[in-house]
């Protein structure tokens, strides 16, 4: 029905135009006819090419559509976890990555655990975690740990990590 009022406009434009072209006195009938038939042809390409093209387009919905909609769902997975697995493959596979990325990581979590929990200062009082903590756990989160030799070498492994994580939550 839209389609069809679009032609409206056009068409009596071409029929004052052909009532022009017939009062005039130079211009015979047929040609005035001739004349009227190309118009109104042009004007109904000029129209479907509208219509096609508004038909290709994707409709932008109303605002008031989009509000109903509401804001997207926020990213399943934030960025600081995939941050942290990152990190956590990183030192897995490199002893230098796990030194100085990784288990300071793993350092500060276990001290504010130890903090939270049992009023522990990782730093400075390092015999009641290492006792908390244990040996294992301790090996790997102590703040004077050494530099490893190889630094291109495997890093932590990830068991170890896997039994830091479970004795520290077990706290």
Do not use: K, Y
Request: zero cysteines; hydrophobic letters at 45%.
């Amino acid at each position: 029905m839209r389609l069809a009022w679009q032609f409206v406009r056009p068409a009596t434009a071409a029929t004052v135009v052909l009532a022009v072209l017939l009062a005039l006195p130079q211009v015979s009938t047929s040609r005035a006819l001739g004349i009227w038939v190309v118009l109104v042809a042009a004007l109904v390409l000029l129209v479907l090419l509208q219509h096609s093209r508004e038909r290709g387009r994707p409709r932008r919905p109303a605002r008031f559509e989009e509000a109903l909609r509401g804001r997207s769902a926020a990213d399943p997975e934030p960025v600081e976890l995939r941050r942290m697995e990152r990190e956590l493959e990183l030192g897995i596979a490199n002893a230098e990555h796990g030194h100085r990325r990784l288990l300071p990581l793993l350092r500060a979590a276990a001290a504010a655990h130890l903090s939270a929990r049992h009023g522990l200062d990782l730093e400075r009082r390092p015999e009641a975690a290492r006792a908390l903590l244990g040996e294992d756990a301790w090996e790997l989160v102590r703040p004077d740990r050494p530099a490893p030799e190889n630094r291109h070498g495997p890093g932590v492994p990830r068991e170890r990590i896997a039994a830091l994580i479970e004795r520290v939550e077990s706290l």
